[in-house]
Nanobody
């Protein structure tokens, strides 16, 4: 499995960015997909996840109402739309693919077995 994340960059507070992750290597539509982030000096944390069929989404409290996760099972991509960005959103963002087919628990690091290389998001104040 290969996951290629893109879309990071430098943005001012209040701005928006759209992250994308392209997946290849196994049946994309059978697995949940997630986004995690790791800020400077911090542990990697859950940001958002979407179920295998896109029917359910999960968000960290810190991003609810500002970030939206979506997926395209035809194109094997998952997207994270980030609005109203804050300096505390600065981090390397990683996309990940779930470890279990049609999983229902998707917010923990151990729920994922494949990770992309990360894309840096920097939000200036």
């Amino acid at each position: 499995v290969q996951l290629q994340a893109s879309g990071g960059g430098l943005v001012q507070a209040g701005g928006s960015l759209r992250l994308s992750c392209a997946a290849s290597g196994r049946s994309f539509s059978s697995y949940s997909m997630g986004w995690f982030r790791q800020g400077p000096g911090k542990k990697r944390e859950f940001v958002a996840a979407i179920s295998w069929n896109g029917g359910r989404t999960w968000y960290a409290d810190s991003v609810k109402g500002r970030f939206t996760i979506s997926r395209d099972n035809i194109k094997s991509t998952v997207t994270l739309q980030m609005n109203s960005l804050k300096p505390e959103d600065t981090a390397i963002y990683y996309c990940a693919q779930g470890v279990r087919v049609r999983a229902t628990v998707v917010t923990r690091l151990e729920d994922y077995d494949y990770w992309g290389q990360g894309t840096l998001v920097t939000v200036s104040s």
